[in-house]
């Protein structure tokens, strides 16, 4: 079983509005990813949580903040937009964080009006 | 910096034909591992095959297999009996040993034509 689950699927958000993204995954994995994909483009990484640390990627603006309740559950928190977020968040995990193969979710599809 | 690099945007191939992706890579590392993702139109982000570098053998995934050429720095996926369920934006992509960071190359799309 190699599930990850999203939710969301789609959210449509103004520049005002604090939303969240969720991810679970139900494996055991020490490891979970946030991806942001833009259309025709690799994803690419927002945030790593490994063995309860974070490690976030220095370009990602303040507006996203990560959030990890639990071992199997990763948040993303959105504040203040701006319509050039508008992606598709992708959420993955690893059984460890140390070159352990990836398993992403469905994905969220998000439109910042 | 690692790199990877996939030459071509878009393929298309006739159903049942046989079709291969190439994939190349740049790392000064020895201890990695490379994938191939299979993104269809719903979006999910599917593994299809991996290859750690160390083995000499190549992986095969049931229609999928890979030619490994760690000198040449090559990765190509080799799809046979394509089906139309093969249609898809295919991402190669790497990671070094120890690392938490996947490298992912621009992509192919793939189109299998009825």
């Known amino acids: 079983d190699t599930e990850v689950t999203q939710t969301p699927k789609h959210l449509v958000m103004g520049m005002t509005n604090k939303k969240s993204l969720k991810c679970e995954q139900h494996?055991?994995?020490?490891?979970m990813y946030w991806y942001k994909q833009k259309a025709k483009k690799p994803p690419e990484l927002m945030f790593v949580?490994?063995?309860?640390?974070?490690?976030i990627n220095e370009s990602v603006p303040s507006r996203f903040s990560p959030e990890c309740p639990n071992s199997s559950l990763l948040n993303l928190h959105l504040h203040a937009l701006q319509p050039e977020d508008s992606a598709l968040y992708l959420c993955?995990?690893?059984?460890?964080?140390?070159?352990?193969?990836?398993?992403f979710g469905p994905g969220t599809r998000l439109l910042v009006l | 910096a690692q790199t990877v690099t996939q030459s071509q945007p878009e393929m298309s191939v006739q159903e049942a034909e046989t079709v291969t992706l190439s994939c190349t890579y740049d790392?000064?590392?020895?201890?990695?591992?490379l994938f191939w993702y299979k993104q269809p139109p719903s979006r999910q982000m599917i593994l299809v095959i991996r290859?750690?570098?160390?083995?000499?053998q190549n992986a095969t995934e049931n229609r999928f297999s890979v030619n490994f050429q760690k000198a040449a720095k090559s990765f190509s996926l080799k799809i046979s009996d394509s089906q139309l369920g093969d249609t898809a934006m295919y991402f190669c992509?790497?990671?070094?040993?120890?690392?938490?960071?996947?490298?992912f190359g621009t992509g192919t799309r793939l189109t299998i034509i009825p």
């Open positions: 993955a995990s690893s059984q460890t964080g140390l070159a352990g193969t990836q398993y």
């Open positions: 494996m055991g994995h020490r490891a």
């Open positions: 949580y490994s063995y309860e640390k974070l490690s």
């Open positions: 790392t000064s590392e020895n201890n990695y591992y």
């Open positions: 290859q750690e570098a160390y083995k000499q």
């Open positions: 992509a790497f990671i070094h040993f120890g690392n938490e960071k996947l490298t």
